[in-house]
């Protein structure tokens, strides 16, 4: 049986804290946050705690906070004994390194509290500061994912970088299009089927032999018709530069 102690209350630790109650080897100690309201998302299948001073001693301790404070947060867990991790895809492991074990579990996925997932389908990427603690955590990613990989700091900041291509970006791709939607008066969900089929193709080969548009066959007619019934300047600047960067990708190909 393993301990657990979840500090944090937003997105990922909520997710987290899912998962491993599922596990009958797994035993969640506690979950730590100022928050009071957040905490109570939580339920009572554990004990929640907003005063720091009541940390009890647990295998792993796993920091699921914003990036920012991630340092100072894990300065509470000084002085005892256990295997201290963050959950970021950006902050190096070395930030924990006052600690004699520390490591990272990160969860590769977009998170929403409430939102059901199956989180046997998500990918656990693991960093750890010895074969010992590395060991712990593959173990301990097995309990709740099907999909782990050992991927050091540099290797994860790049990947989250592309995570906010794929997703963030993507997503904000998605409230323009139903901007554009709304403001003539169809409907978004028109688009579903085409949004299902784009991922589904970029699952099955390069994202670059997959595209397709005005932009990559050279349709200015088209596109000069796309900018004149965008009303924002911002939005009419994004399909500038990304019908740009297409063309570019594609000429003399």
Not at 190 to 206: C, D, F, M, R
Request: aromatic fraction near 8%.
């Amino acid at each position: 049986m393993s301990t657990i102690t979840i500090v944090g209350t937003g997105n990922v630790a909520w997710h987290l804290f899912q998962a491993f109650s599922q596990h009958d080897e797994i035993s969640i100690l506690q979950v730590v946050g100022r928050n009071k309201e957040g905490l109570k998302s939580f339920g009572k299948a554990a004990t929640l705690l907003q005063n720091t001073l009541d940390i009890a001693k647990a295998d792993v301790y796993i920091i699921a906070v914003s990036d920012d404070a991630i340092l100072e947060v894990s300065e509470l867990f000084l002085g005892l004994e256990g295997l201290v991790v963050h959950t970021s895809g950006s902050v190096p492991m070395q930030v924990l390194a006052k600690h004699s074990d520390y490591g990272v579990f990160y969860p590769l996925q977009t998170f929403s509290k409430g939102r059901s997932l199956n989180f046997k389908t998500i990918p656990i990427c693991i960093e750890a500061n010895s074969e010992k603690n590395d060991v712990f955590l593959s173990r301990l990613a097995r309990s709740i994912s099907d999909v782990q990989h050992r991927i050091n700091s540099v290797q994860r900041r790049s990947l989250h970088l592309a995570a906010v291509f794929a997703n963030n970006f993507t997503n904000h791709l998605y409230h323009i299009a139903h901007s554009v939607c709304t403001d003539h008066e169809v409907p978004f969900s028109i688009l579903n089927p085409l949004i299902l089929e784009t991922a589904a193709k970029v699952s099955q080969g390069a994202p670059y032999q997959m595209q397709t548009g005005p932009a990559k066959r050279g349709d200015h007619q088209t596109q000069q018709r796309h900018l004149a019934l965008l009303e924002v300047q911002a939005q009419k600047d994004i399909y500038t530069l990304l019908s740009s960067a297409i063309t570019k990708t594609y000429q003399n190909k």
